[in-house]
């Protein structure tokens, strides 16, 4: 085989002792798998409806955006992936007693797509399964708290910051348009309370952007740019109450205004002050280990200008 033909081979070959292997391929892009998953998220959740009312021939149709995964006879299967905070996840739908399904395996459907109808012979059933089946007064409640549902792709500006990478992408409306190096805070691990010195995971909004001269004696830390995160969120504040740290009250309180896009409490334990800054100099991330911050996110001061200028207020944050 000529050195050109290897070049343009999909996959390369290697036979040793007789036995044929193929070469490993890349591992996934852990930016690409989170914001394009094979299946496309959903937006929200509807109400499973009590069948057990339903008329023969009722129509049945899907409880969110999906892919289907089973149709065998009267029963259809069907999976949803979903962002939550930080997380992608998946919840899959089985109905059962149908007839005239419509759809089949390897299928998008939309929420409120017809599936099937009520079958005459078989008694009709929606089982939801998150983690496990869930029963119908969790099925109600899980689909109700999940009415709306964020589709990161598709908003205006988003940033996706992962840890492991030391890395920050910048999207307008799903497409690339930057691509920056970053440094966190000092410890290691996902923020759990004031004073820890580590960056978040989670989703959060730009609330705050401000460029010159930063008051205080850490004030030229900041690289003259400073845009402040929403932290805590929902989740945050739900872990916090977990811990006895916050009352239900201002749980509610904090996840009214992150949904607003808008700042939340600052006086828990749980800490505030999260944003992305530069540095007082250049720095190297073989040389601090990207450990600097009392928590934030640390971007090269080359790199301020740039980033700052295309960062709109209420743009998506989510790191991970």
């Known amino acids: 085989m000529s050195s050109t033909s290897l070049h343009f081979s999909l996959l390369l070959v290697l036979v040793l002792g007789g036995s044929t292997c193929l070469a490993a391929s890349p591992p996934p892009d852990p930016f690409d798998a989170w914001l394009r998953p094979a299946t496309p998220p959903a937006d929200g959740f509807s109400v499973p409806p009590d069948l057990s009312r339903a008329r023969p021939g009722a129509p049945v149709a899907a409880l969110a955006r999906g892919r289907v995964l089973e149709v065998e006879g009267g ?10 905070n930080h997380a992608l996840l998946s919840a899959r739908v089985g109905y059962a007693g149908l ?175 999260i944003g992305f800054h530069g540095w007082a100099e250049e720095w190297e991330l073989a040389r601090t280990r990207g450990r600097m911050s009392w928590g934030c996110i640390v971007l090269h001061p080359r790199d301020l200008s740039a980033f700052y200028e295309r960062l709109t207020p209420g743009a998506m944050v989510v790191l991970f």
Do not use: C
């Open 75 to 84: 029963r259809v299967v069907v999976e949803h992936v979903y962002y939550e």
């Open 99 to 273: 007839e005239m399904v419509g759809p089949r395996v390897g299928d998008l459907v939309e929420r409120g797509q017809v599936l099937g109808r009520v079958g005459r012979a078989a008694k009709v059933s929606l089982v939801v399964h998150a983690d496990r089946p869930l029963s119908s007064a969790e099925a109600i409640r899980f689909t109700a708290e999940r009415s709306k549902l964020p589709v990161p792709a598709e908003e205006a500006t988003l940033v996706l910051v992962s840890h492991a990478e030391h890395q920050l992408r910048l999207y307008e409306r799903g497409r690339e348009v930057l691509r920056l190096e970053v440094g966190f805070g000092q410890a290691s691990g996902p923020k759990v309370e004031r004073g820890d010195n580590r960056t978040p995971v989670g989703m959060y909004f730009v609330t705050q952007k401000a460029r010159g001269k930063m008051p205080g004696p850490y004030g030229a830390y900041y690289g003259g740019h400073w845009m402040r995160l929403n932290y805590p969120n929902a989740w945050d504040a739900r872990r916090g109450v977990a811990r006895g740290w916050v009352d239900e009250r201002t749980a509610a309180r904090i996840a009214t205004a992150w949904v607003a896009r808008k700042d939340t409490d600052a006086s828990t334990r749980l800490g505030s002050g």
